[in-house]
C-alpha cells in the first residue's frame, strides 16, 4: 500500500522526522504540522487521507484539534489516529468517542504504528481505486502520491 497524503501533527520534531523518513520511504506524501492550529489549516487546505494527531501540544491540542475536524462537514470523514504519552483507558475511549478510528501510544513500535495505518487506510471507502488529482477514478487505478502543492502551514520533507 502506497500514495496517500498523511498529515502528522506533532509538537516533538523528532516524531515529525522520524514519520516523514518511514512513511516516505513506503511512497506516502507526508504533511507535518508542529501545532494543532497548523495541523486544522493544513487538514482543512489539504484534505489528507489520514491524520495522525498528538494530544499535548501547547496552545490548541489535539483534543481540540479532533473535535474541530470532525465538526466541519469538508474534514469529518477523514480518519485521524491519536499519538499520545497519555495512556489511561479513559483518554483512548474519549478519542474513539469523539471520532478517532484509533489511539497508538507513546512511545510506538514503527512496525505496530505502520500495521495500524495500514489497516486504516485499507477501510477507507476509496482504498484501492485512489489516482491522482486530475485523473479518472476506477478498480484498473493504483494508489499513488499526489504532486499537488502543500498549503502555507504545512512542511514537506523540510526542517522547521
Known amino acids: 500500500m502506497s500514495g496517500y497524503k498523511i498529515l502528522v501533527v ?10 516523514q523518513v518511514v512513511l516516505g520511504k513506503r511512497g506516502h506524501r ?3 504540522a508542529p501545532t ?3 495541523g486544522l489549516v493544513t487538514a482543512q487546505g489539504e484534505r489528507p487521507d489520514l491524520v495522525l494527531l498528538d494530544i499535548m501540544m501547547e496552545g490548541m491540542d489535539g483534543w481540540e484539534v479532533l473535535k474541530l ?7 469529518r470523514d477523514i480518519p485521524v489516529v491519536m499519538l499520545s504519552a497519555r495512556v ?5 475511549i474519549r478519542g474513539l468517542q469523539e471520532g478517532a478510528v484509533d489511539y497508538v501510544t507513546k512511545p ?8 495500524t495505518i495500514d489497516a486504516v487506510l485499507e477501510r477507507r471507502p476509496e482504498a484501492g481505486t485512489r489516482a491522482p488529482e486530475g485523473e479518472a477514478r476506477g478498480p484498473e487505478a493504483t ?8 498549503g502555507a502551514a504545512a512542511r514537506e520533507g523540510g526542517e522547521r
Open 10 to 19: 506533532d509538537d516533538e520534531p523528532d516524531v515529525l522526522r522520524m514519520l
Open 88 to 92: 489511561e483507558p479513559r483518554d483512548k
Open 143 to 150: 494508489p499513488r502520491a499526489r504532486d499537488a502543492s502543500t
Open 108 to 115: 510506538f513500535s514503527v512496525r505496530d504504528l505502520m500495521a
Open 30 to 32: 507526508v504533511l507535518v
Open 69 to 75: 475536524l470532525k465538526l466541519e462537514q469538508a474534514t
Open 36 to 38: 494543532g492550529m497548523e
